[in-house]
């Protein structure tokens, strides 16, 4: 009698500690679980944040902008790069009415704290006609060569048959902003030549594409 007693004993025990294990494991796992729901909802007020941080800094409204320029050696040269900082008010991004229907039309971006390098336009702009007028384009960035860090048009010479500047609007509502353009610039030898500076090498020709997608502060005529 006394084996099976002690058989009993043994299996009464291990069910025990089986059990105790079994909750001990399901604890554990409930902790894990309590562990892993926290960090998510971590990360999602991290991602907030970042999100956050990415609009304010315009990483959400970028312009990349691409020159191509001839060196001294009749060679290509192509500076590329995305440019995604604007200021905190409209000073990089505005629309601003004129009394006769048509918007000034200003958006810049840039990557470093000094202002060195980034892109532009700026065009008064019809909406009714579509027709766009008093344009300007400018690249411009920070490089250790002997040319210049420029790609200006129409700042010198905004008429000159040796300049061309295309810019398509493909949305704009002065409502709430929004807006939708692309930019293709040119200027030919003779014009690079008379804007000097503002060309990365004067006597050669050289071009400056680029497209943005975001909004601009409206500011509507007010008599």
Known sequence: MKKPVILFGMLVAGSLAFTSC???????????????????????????QVGGIEIILGA?????????????NNATVTVKDTYKFKAGNS????????SDGTYRIYIERFSDVEWYEGARVEFVYNPTTKEITQ?????????PDNYNDNADYGTISPTHSGLQINITVNNFNATT???????????D????????????????????SFAYTGKVKVFPYVP
């Not at 399901?26 to 926290?38: A, F, G, P, Q, R």
């Not at 959400?60 to 060196?71: K, R, S, V």
């Not at 344009?135 to 490089?143: A, C, G, I, L, T």
């Not at 902003?177 to 040119?186: D, F, H, Q, R």
């Open 60 to 72: 959400n409204e970028p312009i990349t902008a691409t020159t191509t320029f001839t060196d001294n």
């Open 189 to 208: 030898a003779t014009y690079s030549g008379l804007e000097t500076y503002y060309s990365p090498n004067p006597g050669k020709p050289y071009s400056t």
């Open 177 to 187: 902003g929004e807006i939708s353009l692309t930019v293709a610039a040119s200027g």
């Open 91 to 98: 000073s990089t991004q505005y629309a601003k009415g004129n």
């Open 22 to 48: 079994t909750k001990n494991l399901k604890d554990d796992v409930s902790d894990l679980k309590k562990e892993i729901d926290s960090l998510n909802k971590s990360n999602a007020e991290l991602e907030g």
């Open 135 to 143: 344009k300007r384009v400018r690249h411009y960035w920070d490089s």
